[in-house]
């Protein structure tokens, strides 16, 4: 088994644990769904953490010679999925106990939080490429990358739900541009 190969099975697990916690909100939703008042912007929120997942597995399949090279490299690379995953943590609500589930409620409860762990994914991904990859600066994802940290750090910023409507629009449009432009193919 070659380095890359190894190291790949803890990237692997993350990515798996960030899956897993989506579909499991999903399910627990689906289950529960008498005591849940939906809210379509969470619904918006839990389907892109699921397709960053996707993605970042997908966009990494060639990465791995360059984050096998040393230890910090390779740490820096997990940052990203365990961002993916502390997002996905955050904007899933705990379907335990008993009573209604609001999940507008919730949603603008950990909004910094689910902001916060996503707007650093393209920061990582973007720093990563560049300096442990050596991908080039002007590479065709770098104004996808900067227009999610924008868009993203602004969702952060301003917890109106008017504007919040607008970041999970754009969300989604700016995701549909991005794998058409830059993400059709693995790595």
């Given at each position: 088994?070659?380095?890359?190969e190894?190291?790949s099975?803890?990237?692997s697990?993350?990515?798996?644990l960030?899956l897993?916690?989506?579909?499991?909100?999903?399910a627990n939703?689906?289950?529960?769904?008498?005591r849940?008042?939906?809210?379509w912007i969470?619904g918006?929120?839990?389907?892109?953490?699921?397709?960053a997942?996707?993605?970042?597995?997908?966009g990494?399949f060639?990465?791995?010679?360059?984050v096998a090279?040393?230890?910090?490299?390779?740490?820096?690379?997990l940052?990203?999925?365990?961002?993916?995953y502390l997002?996905?943590?955050v904007?899933?609500?705990?379907?335990?106990g008993?009573g209604?589930i609001?999940?507008?409620r919730?949603?603008?409860?950990?909004?910094r939080?689910y902001?916060g762990?996503l707007t650093a994914?393209?920061?990582?991904?973007?720093s990563?490429?560049?300096l442990?990859?050596?991908d080039?600066?002007l590479?065709?994802?770098?104004?996808?990358?900067?227009?999610?940290l924008v868009l993203?750090?602004s969702?952060?910023?301003?917890?109106?739900?008017?504007?919040?409507?607008f970041?999970?629009?754009a969300?989604v449009?700016?995701?549909?541009a991005?794998i058409?432009f830059?993400g059709?193919?693995?790595?």
């Amino acid at each position: 088994m070659k380095t890359a190969e190894y190291l790949s099975v803890l990237v692997s697990i993350i990515v798996g644990l960030g899956l897993s916690q989506t579909l499991s909100g999903v399910a627990n939703l689906l289950v529960d769904r008498r005591r849940v008042r939906f809210y379509w912007i969470w619904g918006v929120g839990v389907t892109l953490v699921f397709l960053a997942n996707v993605q970042f597995w997908w966009g990494t399949f060639s990465v791995g010679a360059a984050v096998a090279s040393n230890f910090f490299s390779f740490v820096y690379f997990l940052l990203t999925p365990i961002a993916l995953y502390l997002s996905a943590v955050v904007l899933v609500p705990d379907f335990e106990g008993e009573g209604e589930i609001d999940l507008r409620r919730h949603f603008h409860e950990n909004r910094r939080l689910y902001f916060g762990f996503l707007t650093a994914v393209p920061l990582l991904g973007a720093s990563r490429s560049i300096l442990i990859s050596g991908d080039p600066l002007l590479a065709p994802e770098r104004p996808f990358e900067a227009a999610f940290l924008v868009l993203l750090a602004s969702g952060w910023l301003i917890g109106r739900e008017g504007y919040q409507r607008f970041v999970a629009i754009a969300s989604v449009a700016l995701f549909v541009a991005f794998i058409v432009f830059a993400g059709l193919q693995p790595g």
